[in-house]
């Protein structure tokens, strides 16, 4: 059976139905990519849906459904706050 995976970033990408998580990360990072964030956060956001990662969603994914991370979007003192989540259902 297929998982159908829902993804999103709260006030930049509304969520969306794919048809697998290859789908879903490269959409969700090109949204991400560009935006001013600091350099070790950028590494990190990179390392989970980035080229080449999604290892660690996949996993999760795998045991409870669900992944979610916060994106920091900005400097120090002028940031906001930009939950991602992606979910997996059964069609």
Known sequence: MTAVVRAGITGLMAPAL??????????????????????AHRDFIRICIGPGGGEG????????GFWSTTLYVGGM??????????????P
Do not use: K, M, Q
């Open 18 to 39: 794919f048809p697998s998580l290859d789908h879903a990360l490269p959409v969700l990072w090109e949204h991400v990519r560009g935006l001013p964030v600091r350099e």
């Open 57 to 64: 969603v996949a996993r999760c994914l795998a045991r409870g």
């Open 77 to 90: 003192t002028g940031w906001t706050a930009h939950p991602i989540t992606i979910t997996t259902r059964r």
